[in-house]
């Protein structure tokens, strides 16, 4: 009867459990996407280098002569204390930055000092440490609530998105574009980029413009859930279709995103306007690109003021729990390759099994001895 629930166990619950766990791994691949999270440092902090005592870490031995049963003399270290009294720990001055969220997170000591110098306030704390030489302290900038002094952390993070892992009306994946375009329009988060401005054909965008909306961006990040990002194109070369080209590359926005897309000439004219978001009401859309539309001449500046005004009214972020009743469409090659590998795993077990049980037959059998 255990040699009946070895071989089950080898040749049906072992393919069962592996392709599970592959079935599983795959699935997770296919929902998992990255984001980007704004959010800003609310304030910074200054540690000085200080210095502790420990405990000793380094053991002293002696030596010691011991007799055995056999009346051989032999010799073995034993341990014999520490070398110090103490050992002393360096701790090097650092600079963190404590985010909105309320998670600390390393900066640079250029980045201390510039945003201590814009905020103008710096306080010192007295950290009473118990030290040997050096008694390090703290210091302390806070945010002054200016926007043009928000210190913006983006950060990326995974979230499920089954929408692009199953065959319904949201999902674009079906709609194919050629490998040029298909690189030529990757999302900025799989080219590591955390810049909020692109330029396609043009160059009409400052590095001021792309600080101002990144500041925004974390102004609104963590209240909204939003993500800004802003996309300039040469209207002589791209109409406003190229917008399902990026939809299609990306197989649709990320949930968080409010992408805003400018075609202009060569005089900086505004030639048309077109938003993506999972919005379900889509009058910021319309709010934004009759207000880029006013414009008449682009200015990047203006146009994150107007994010800036328009998000706090009628951004409101879908939530991804609205398409749970969605199923995931696993590929064809998964089922084979699960397939494939349990009957290379069965073949295996016709050649592994046999002496595993003979074996074990062999542990099992009584053993008889002749008187």
């Known amino acids: 009867m255990k040699e009946i629930a070895i071989a089950f166990a080898f040749t049906i619950t072992l393919p069962i459990i592996l392709s599970t766990m592959m079935w599983f791994i795959v699935k997770q691949s296919l929902v998992s996407y990255k984001e980007y999270w704004n959010n800003k440092i609310e304030e910074v902090d200054y540690y000085e280098s200080w210095d502790e005592e420990v405990p000793c870490r380094h053991p002293k031995y002696r030596t010691e002569t011991y007799t055995d049963s056999d009346g051989h003399t032999h010799t073995r270290e034993v341990f014999d204390g520490y070398k110090h009294l103490y050992d002393v720990d360096d701790h090097p001055e650092r600079w963190e930055g404590i985010v909105d969220s309320g ?4 900066i640079t000591q250029g980045e201390y000092d510039l945003y201590k110098g814009l905020w103008g306030n710096s306080t010192f704390i007295d950290m009473n ?3 040997h030489s050096k008694d390090g302290d703290k210091y302390f900038s806070s945010w002054n609530n200016q926007i043009m002094s928000i210190f913006p952390y983006t950060s990326i993070h995974t979230y499920k998105n089954k929408v692009r892992a199953s065959h319904s009306i949201f999902n674009y994946s079906d709609k194919k574009v050629n490998k040029e375009i298909e690189e030529l329009f990757k999302h900025p988060i799989n080219k590591n980029s955390f810049e909020v401005f692109f330029n396609y054909g043009v160059n009409v965008t400052t590095v001021a413009e792309n600080d101002y909306l990144r500041k925004v961006n974390a102004l609104l990040g963590r ?12 209207s002589e070369k791209y109409d406003q279709s190229v917008t399902n080209d990026f939809r299609y ?17 060569k005089d900086k004219d505004v030639v048309w306007c077109d938003i993506m978001s999972w919005c379900d009401d889509t009058t910021i859309h319309a709010k934004i690109r009759q207000a880029i539309f006013d414009l008449k001449k682009y200015n990047g ?6 994010v800036k005004d328009m998000v706090p009214q009628y951004w409101s972020r879908k939530h991804f ?12 090659w998964v089922s084979i390759i699960c397939i494939l590998a349990s009957i290379a795993w069965n073949i295996g ?11 074990f037959r062999e542990k099992r059998r009584p053993n008889y001895y002749r008187c």
């Open 223 to 234: 209240a909204k859930e939003i993500h800004c990002m802003v996309f300039l194109m040469d």
């Open 129 to 131: 440490r118990h030290y």
């Open 349 to 359: 077990c016709a050649f592994m099994l046999p002496p595993i049980l003979e074996d």
């Open 249 to 265: 590359v990306w197989n649709g926005p990320n949930k968080n995103e409010l992408d805003i897309f400018i075609g202009v000439n």
């Open 301 to 306: 500046m203006k146009i994150v003021d107007i």
């Open 103 to 106: 998670d600390a997170v390393d």
């Open 321 to 332: 729990r609205d398409f749970k009743y969605l199923s995931i469409d696993m590929p064809m």
